[in-house]
């Protein structure tokens, strides 16, 4: 009555349907590792020189972002408005800047002066834009500037710290 039930040397043999089932299973789990990764490829940001973009030139992006600057400086929010995409012109209102200001610093200062401007293009899921980056010196802070444009050179995007 001792007998062994289970030998570990047999082996099932598997049948055609199986070997089918777990061959369509690999290729579905390929297919989604493939689609994933191309996916996650076109939704990362891509960064490049603006010297060798096609969608914007160089000295029109430093150009507006020392307006843009400038018009932070002069209080100027109808021009901010007008240089502003759609979406920006909510948040480019006189209580909205002058709330980002305070947090900064109570006190700015008269402006003194403003640094070389870096630029880079970011393109992701298919929207460009042109990105400045500049320094602003105040009496009593200084400011380092995020603008980014859109392709109808629209300011989209606006960081200060």
């Known amino acids: 009555m001792n007998q062994k039930l289970y030998n570990p040397k047999f082996k099932e043999k598997k049948t055609a349907a199986e070997k089918k089932k777990k061959t369509r299973n690999i290729v579905i789990i390929a297919v989604i590792l493939v689609l994933a990764s191309v996916a996650t490829y076109w939704m990362m940001p891509r960064t490049g020189s603006l010297e060798d973009s096609t969608l914007f030139d160089e000295a029109t992006v430093k150009s507006q972002a020392e307006k843009v600057i400038g018009y932070i400086n002069a209080d100027d929010y109808e021009s901010l408005q007008d240089v ?4 920006m012109k909510e948040i480019m209102t006189e209580e909205r800047l002058s709330e980002a200001k305070e947090k900064v610093s109570d006190d700015w200062g008269a402006f003194k002066s403003m640094g070389d401007i870096s630029t880079t293009t970011i393109s992701k899921r298919g929207v460009n834009a042109a990105v400045a980056y500049v320094t602003a010196t105040y009496e009593n802070v200084e400011i380092h500037y995020t603008l980014a444009f859109d392709e109808d050179m629209k300011l989209a995007s606006f960081g200060m710290q």
């Open 84 to 87: 502003s995409a759609d979406k």
